[in-house]
């Protein structure tokens, strides 16, 4: 079983064919030029493009306001979609794209192999267990991606807005009100509604260059790759509340896979799978108050450095015991 | 020169200790570590917390032989474990700025009294000491509380972490409390004591009001 699991994860981390947003810089400043790419294939390499007219939605929230992004804003980079735009005002934003449906006829075994490699394990299990193994398919299939990013320092509600895909995956809490060391939750919709017991891939990179800065960087290619380590990717279920938990146990951008795959009575269809993807990145924790201003931590206080204080402090009880001892005297 | 060599040591002992004050750092050990993190944060907070020891300070100024440290610090720190621990382990928290400005008010409170400012300025006795000490206890743990619960305790064993951090606060307050009970001590003896006097306990007050103000600043331009 052991075995079989690392084939699994293997597979989905070589020739898996998700969608996924992933913005040039997670922590943007206000106002500034950013892109997000649209990958297709794998969390590490596009494999093709995906064309205006396969997209039904494509919305940046942030502010409390959905905007519609225009079809001119794309471009397409040698294998990768990438969508130019201003980032907006300072908060805490999503972009979402949700694509039509295409369908798809594969042999049983062109099929079969299909659902092991995506993790599509439920299915697999069900056709093995009804002696479906040597039934072809047509697969009608969409795919729903989503990102969450930061501008600024000022973190705003806009995470966890609904953006009404089939299938998308909600945070309980924001991921940049996170830091590593934290059990983090996050519920996954189908139609509207939590998914329960369902297959969730949760996969993370540890950055080992500063996206801090603001500025986009290009991903592409081995020489951006060789700058992330990938962690091993974690199989998990979605509680009975559709909730899926897991520790965040580094800073870095993390993402969450899955796909949702039943059988179909369309016309002319075998099956209907859903595919959803989420992305953000976990820094050092913007909550907690911890930044704040406290006297207790080494911070200056109304714009002067903490030690002048010290220093006058001690200068004023020296003058003070130097005046009462004179005075004495 | 030796007794300005004790004066410095005394006073600028939380200046060296505050480098280790900073919160991202606390959070870092706290997510990364397990109970003992929680212990080292408290020992921490209660170390570069001046407000906590600017009180203790003037405490153990009022008081004269061991036992009557030991009663009154015992009082002082059965009080701020109820509210530091019940606080946190209820979720009850207040506003960070007026809870540290009550905090400061402790601290004119015993600069004041210290200067006997109940009997001369105001014409009455002073309140029960042991009583007001329990009952800023009951703020300062307060204080903690908030403080507290301003980080991510994570998933799971609450009630061990605010144990825990209690402890390390207990262990920091016995730390500090060492060197300033030494020195205050140790100036008895010394001429210049009155003086001594005087100038630390003109400086709780006006520390008090400095961190007062600056306490009320926060909560009003917040």
Known sequence: ?329 | MRRFGIFTFLFALPLFLMAHGVSEVDQEILSKGGLLAYIRVGAGHMLTGYDHLLFLVGVIFYLSGFRDIVKFITVFTLGHSITLILGTYLGYSVNEHLIDAVIALSVIYKGFENLGGFERWLGVPSPNLLFMVFAFGLIHGLGLSTRLQSFDLGEGQLLAKVISFNIGIELGQVFALIPIVYVINSWKKQKSYDAFYLAANYYLLIAGVFLLVYQLSGYFSA
């Open chain 1, 1 to 329: 079983m052991k075995k079989q699991t690392i084939l699994i994860v293997l597979g989905l981390l070589l020739s898996s064919h998700d969608m996924y947003f992933k913005p040039g810089a997670y922590f943007l400043e206000p106002n500034s030029a950013a892109s997000i790419e649209l990958y297709n294939g794998t969390f590490e390499r596009s494999e093709n493009t995906i064309d205006r007219n396969r997209m039904i939605d494509v919305s940046l929230v942030g502010g409390g306001k959905r905007l519609a992004v225009d079809s001119s804003q794309w471009k397409e980079v040698e294998g990768v979609t990438v969508l130019d735009f201003i980032a907006g005002d300072a908060g805490t934003w999503v972009a979402g794209l949700s694509t039509y449906p295409k369908n798809i006829e594969l042999a049983a075994n062109e099929f079969n192999e299909y659902l092991e490699h995506d993790g599509v394990l439920d299915m697999l299990v069900w056709r093995e267990e009804n002696g479906e193994l040597n039934s072809d398919a047509i697969e009608k299939y969409s795919k729903h991606v989503k990102t969450i990013f930061q501008v600024g320092e000022t973190l705003t509600d806009d995470w966890k807005t609904v953006l009404g895909y089939p299938i998308e995956f909600i945070p309980l809490e924001n991921p940049y009100d996170l830091h590593s060391g934290h059990a983090m939750k996050v519920k996954l919709l189908w139609q509207g509604e939590p998914l329960a017991n369902q297959l969730v891939y949760v996969g993370s990179e540890v950055e080992s260059h500063d996206h801090g800065d603001g500025e986009a960087h290009s991903h592409e290619g081995t020489e951006a790759e060789a700058d992330h380590e990938h962690d091993a990717l974690q199989q998990l279920r979605t509680d009975a509340q559709g909730v899926v938990t897991f520790d965040i146990s580094h800073q870095g951008v993390w993402y969450l896979r899955t796909i949702y795959m039943a059988l179909s009575e369309e016309e002319g269809l075998t099956h209907e799978s859903n595919w959803a993807t989420l992305t953000f990145q976990v820094g050092d924790g913007h909550s907690h108050h911890a930044t704040e201003v406290h006297e207790h931590d080494n911070e200056d206080v109304w714009g002067i450095p903490s030690y002048v204080y010290w220093v006058g402090s001690l200068l004023l009880l020296f003058g003070l015991f130097y005046w009462f001892n004179k005075r004495k005297g």
